[in-house]
Structures are given as C-alpha cells and as structure tokens.
C-alpha cells in the first residue's frame, strides 16, 4: 500500500469514528430474532443423531448510557422429534425453551453498535420418549452462565444485528 492509500485509509478511518451523527438512543427498547437452532446427539461409537428447527426470541432492553445495557429475554429453540427408533435411540420429541439476562458492553463506531455480553440463562426441555402407550416424559430444568457477542448497525430509531450466544 502506497502513502497515498495509507493517508486515504487513516483519513476516512478517522471520519467512521468521530461520526457521531447517529449516537444510540437511550431508554428501553424492544426487539426480535428468528434463527436455527441445531440438536446433536451421540451414543455409542457409530450411532449419532442431528437434527434442525426454527428458533427464535423476543428481547428488551435498558440503555442507560451508550457503552452499558441490560438485556432479557424469552427464546425457543423449537421441537426435535425423531419418528422412528435408530440404532441406540428410541422415537423422542424434545422441546426447548427458556429465558436469560444479559449485562451488555457496547462501543460504538459511527452508527455500529459492536457488543459482548455476558449473564444468566434458565432453560427446560421436555422430553418424550416412545410411542402410544409407552409414551414417558421428563422436564430438564437448567441454570447457566451465558456470554455472547455481535454487532448492529442503527438506522435512526431502529437497528439490525448479528450476534452469536
């Protein structure tokens, strides 16, 4: 890279910085998320199991201030259900679901949000096992400690986002 390239870069590096125009709003604030969600299962030394669905979240927010949030909310992973008995596994359906609270430490870059967090999650999954009349349930009740990190750029009054937890 040329000096010439090193002042262009440094010169509009500099404005992503100091523009402030878009500062984050303060105050409480709502939104959702839509994903996947993956469950994989091993038994045995040959027998695995791997499964997909459709996840998603409902969260709000405070901002206090623009490096400091606190975060909570309800998500669900969707249901896995395996229809027939595979080698080392019976027919199940497993649904899960919980909630979680996240301190969130956000530095801002122009209208780009960049955030870790980290908190607690409460979780349950219920499980099915069998079929018909053999049909047997059991509820996991979990409690954890939760982290995670993303980014989000602002638009006025709303923002996107991609975060991993």
Same mark, same amino acid.
């Given at each position: 890279m040329n000096s010439f390239h090193r002042v262009v870069t440094a010169i509009a590096f500099a404005n992503l910085i100091a523009a402030h125009a878009h500062a984050a709003e303060h105050g409480l604030y709502f939104g959702a998320? &839509?994903?996947?969600?993956?469950?994989? &299962?091993?038994?045995?030394l040959g027998s695995s199991f791997d499964e997909q669905d459709q996840s998603f979240k409902i969260m709000g927010g405070y901002r206090p201030v623009d490096w400091f949030a606190v975060e909570g909310s309800y998500f669900d992973l969707g249901d896995v259900t395996l229809y027939q008995s595979a080698p080392g596994l019976a027919p199940f359906n497993l649904e899960q679901k919980g909630y979680d609270v996240f301190a969130m430490f956000i530095v801002e870059v122009a209208n780009v949000d960049l955030f870790a967090k980290i908190g607690g999650v409460t979780s349950a999954a219920d499980l099915t096992t069998g079929t018909g009349a053999g049909q047997a349930g059991s509820v996991d009740h979990d409690k954890d400690v939760a982290w995670g990190a993303g980014a989000q750029i602002r638009f006025r009054k709303l923002a996107a986002g991609i975060e991993y937890e």
């Open positions: 998320a &839509h994903g996947e969600a993956e469950t994989r &299962h091993k038994v045995g």
